[in-house]
């Protein structure tokens, strides 16, 4: 079974079809009602932006919050490589932070021993689906005057608070690529309450121009845009996706408490454990298991076997920050200063929960990993 599979149903392609046949396959409806349908999502009281992907929604929030040259932003250590991409391509620095161990996410004391007089922003991200412990994280930004922008690339539908992922933050970009909970093949959306970031990123997503009243280019931008066949394709997604997101939730218990039930004290699930979860619901994107102890440098035989049992895995994610060409400086060095997320590249291994999953093939998935641990 693969690691990822994308709902795409027979009325997704006649309304990608239909989008086709009419001649407008930019700037139309299409990508208009998913933005609103999208906001109503999130629940209502926000603007939502319909972009080319996650990265563009990330980069279009540094560029219209101002950051650039000379400021430096806090980035998590355990991320894509689109999440520090995106402040690097404003002039800005990603300043690394290590994660908790158990949920893979930062926290407020982590972000805080990284804080400068250069610090202007700070980048939280929901570990596979995982909502980050946020409201200390927004309080002590709001103590220094710092900006947060959330990437929830692998969140969508998660809940903190009560609320959906992301109501916090000045801005959170959701990811809408095929192994994603929704997709539009490529694509992304970001999501804001702030009407003035709202009408920025609208212009910076194409080239900065304004057409009423007349036409102007009044700031710079980018063609960050989202078609209407993408848009089309995604408003399907999105009306299908609470039963497929109670599914995958339905699947991710059934597996996490078969590893759980193991009884193995070297095998850990990663998830959120802070006390306000019973406020909070994660993505279930996949299902992280860690191997510690005596096998934590065991993985890949794990990995191998899952294989040859037809079960695809990966990895989130398959180095640390610090640790790639682009982003290696001798300040990374120090192993302590980022254990937890290199622990976590090294000895994790993410598994399938999505939701055209039996509850059998969760089964089947656990009944290989413990056969893989023997």
Known sequence: MKFALPDVQEEDIAAVTQVLRSGRLTEGPQVEAFEQEFAAFMGGDCYAIAVSSCWAALHLSWLALGIGPGDEVICPALTHVATAHAITMTGATPVFVDCDLQTGTVTAELIETRLTGRTRGICVMDYVGNPCDAVPILCMAEAHGLFV???????????????????????????????????TGEGGMFVTRHQWLADKVRKMRAFGITKKPHYDVSLLGANYRMSEMQAALGRGQLRRFPQALAQRRQNWRTLANRLILMHRPDVQVIASTHAWKH?????????????????????DIVREHLKNAGIETSVYY?????????????????????????????????????????????????DQVEEGLR
């Open 149 to 183: 922008v959330e990437d929830a690339a692998t969140a969508c539908g998660a809940v903190y608070s009560g609320k959906p992922i992301g109501w916090g933050a000045h801005c959170a970009a959701f990811s809408f690529y095929p192994a994603k909970h929704i997709t």
């Open 279 to 299: 406020t909070a619901a994660h993505a279930a994107y996949c299902v992280v298991m860690q191997l510690v102890g005596r096998i934590a440098g065991r993985r």
């Open 318 to 366: 398959p180095r640390s920050m610090p640790d790639l060409t682009c982003y290696r400086a001798p300040q990374y060095d120090d192993w302590s200063a980022y254990r937890h997320t290199r622990e976590i590249v090294t000895t994790s291994l993410a598994l399938p929960c999505y939701q055209q999953l039996t509850e059998s093939d969760m089964g089947y998935i656990a």
